[in-house]
């Protein structure tokens, strides 16, 4: 039991009409009815709007039709798991996905992270952090309540305006442009703060960011040390992360 029942009682007989059409669309996969009930529940009183696919068959015919804008993702489903789902997803599709499961290995989390994931959640949780972490996804990815400022990525310490085609940083309040970048590391450095806790394998990142250039794996640990050592410059240091044998991310585990 992941709350007491009276509590998803009261959240579901909560005035919920506020909740309008404009409003995020939640794709929950999930063959558990009762998680299935309180997530959307939860969802639901925080003005997100909420769909649901019981196996991964049904998740893909759903994110086809209804374009959700972000998914939550059970791993274990009957039909299709989550793996292939979010592998199937990635093909062909940049949607949010959170992973939810109770495969609590450091090798699960990274294999999700890997494949797409944008985050991770272990069972049993809470679901209001469920729901906090969907805002913060949702939020990076839609700019959700910053509507005029959809050309803007954010990613503590980045901002990152997609219509200049300006990176600029803060550091201890200040802002600074980030001048020295190539064209190259611009589209590496923006990939990663787009998608801040992906890991990124070299081919991936050589097929996104330099299509038509260098097809040769090291290609990317050259620009990835040249960032380093301009971010470097603005105090800032770690900035893309290595992970062994996997590739890179934006940075390393807190």
């Known amino acids: 039991m992941y709350v007491e029942r009276q509590k998803l009682a009261a959240y579901s007989d909560q005035d919920t009409e506020s909740v309008s059409h404009h409003q995020p669309l939640i794709l929950i996969v999930e063959d558990e009815s009762e998680i299935v009930d309180i997530l959307s529940a939860y969802l639901s009183r925080n003005n997100l709007r909420t769909i649901h696919a019981s196996d991964g068959q049904k998740a893909l015919e759903l994110h086809s039709s209804m374009k959700p804008d972000l998914i939550l993702l059970d791993i274990q489903m009957p039909k299709m798991d989550g793996w292939n789902v979010l592998s199937q997803l990635r093909q062909k599709s940049n949607t949010p996905v959170i992973m939810l499961t ?127 050592k301009k971010l470097e410059t603005f105090g800032i240091h770690g900035i893309p992360a290595g992970v062994r044998g996997v590739g890179y991310r934006f940075k390393g585990e807190q």
């Open 102 to 228: 109770a495969m609590d290995q450091d090798l699960d989390k990274l294999m999700a992270l890997r494949i797409g994931a944008d985050d991770y959640v272990v069972k049993p949780f809470n679901p209001a952090e469920v729901v906090a972490r969907v805002q913060a996804v949702l939020r990076r990815t839609l700019g959700v309540n910053q509507p005029k400022q959809q050309n803007i990525l954010r990613t503590d310490p980045f901002e990152v305006d997609l219509e200049s085609h300006e990176i600029t940083v803060n550091v201890d309040g200040q802002r600074h442009a980030i001048t020295t970048l190539t064209l190259t590391e611009f589209k590496l450095l923006t990939h990663f703060i787009n998608s801040p806790k992906r890991v990124f394998s070299r081919i991936e990142l050589l097929n996104s960011c330099l299509p038509e250039g260098d097809t040769l794996e090291r290609t990317i640990d050259s620009h990835i040390s040249k960032i380093r």
